[in-house]
């Protein structure tokens, strides 16, 4: 696609649910980040993806968060069981691997899903 | 941990002034750039500048890096009443600065608001 696609835009849910968000990157667009940004604060990193590699998940805050990119394509981002401090947004980037080959990548970001636990 | 950091966290400034934001950052870095995010919406690229290079120009957009001092600076001139967003520096988290793991780390940002 042209841009960097996320949904939902905006997603309430109640405590203790489960949701999904959903990027779909520009197509060719080989690595692709997962962000979270809570209110005034920075953007803190989740997950990042390239290619067939494995996945690196170090900035999952917990265990109830969990990610997958299917085809190297889609990814879906998961959180179980939602806590009120889950509710931020959550950015989805994807860069290309011939940006990353010339030794700078630049990201180019969805929209973001606004996710509010209540 | 962040690794850079904006200043200051709130600007506020006249239609036609200019704008100067300052990113620190704590360890090499091979390039940094800049970000902006309109409120509602996510980052949009504007300026990538190399740890080998100074000083860099696109538009009214102006960067300076000063790898001594670990530290850029965004000057925005004749700033529009558009440019009110958040400004973003970015930096490639040095644990990944070979291969082709990239990840990029960012600062809480500078709050632009340009007054008409």
């Known amino acids: 696609g042209a841009g960097v696609s996320q949904s939902p835009s905006n997603k309430v849910t109640e405590k203790g649910k489960d949701v999904e968000l959903r990027c779909d990157p520009i197509s060719g667009h080989t690595a692709l980040y997962w962000y979270r940004q809570s209110l005034g604060q920075g953007l803190e990193f989740l997950i990042y993806?390239?290619?067939?590699?494995?996945?690196?998940k170090s900035g999952l805050p917990s265990d109830r968060f969990s990610a997958e990119r299917t085809g190297g394509s889609v990814s879906t981002l998961t959180i179980q069981r939602t806590q009120q401090e889950d509710s931020a947004v959550y950015l989805c980037?994807?860069?290309?691997?011939?940006?990353?080959?010339?030794?700078?990548?630049?990201?180019?970001f969805g929209a973001g899903s606004r996710l509010t636990v209540l | 941990s962040q690794q850079g950091e904006e200043d200051p966290q709130a600007l506020s400034i006249q239609e036609g002034e200019n704008a100067t934001m300052n990113c620190s950052y704590k360890?090499?870095?091979?390039?940094l750039q800049w970000y902006r995010q309109n409120s509602g919406r996510g980052l949009v690229h504007l300026i990538l500048?190399?740890?080998?290079?100074r000083e860099k120009h696109s538009g009214r957009l102006r960067v300076t890096l000063d790898t001594s001092k670990k530290s850029s600076s965004l000057l925005i001139t004749a700033s529009r009443a558009a440019d009110t967003a958040s400004y973003f520096c970015a930096t490639v988290d040095p644990r990944y600065s070979g291969g082709s793991n990239y990840k990029l780390t960012f600062g809480k940002g500078t709050l632009l608001t340009v007054n008409p």
């Open positions: 500048i190399r740890s080998n290079e």
């Open positions: 993806f390239q290619g067939n590699s494995a996945p690196d």
């Open positions: 360890t090499s870095i091979n390039n």
């Open positions: 980037a994807s860069s290309s691997r011939r940006i990353l080959s010339s030794g700078a990548n630049v990201l180019t």
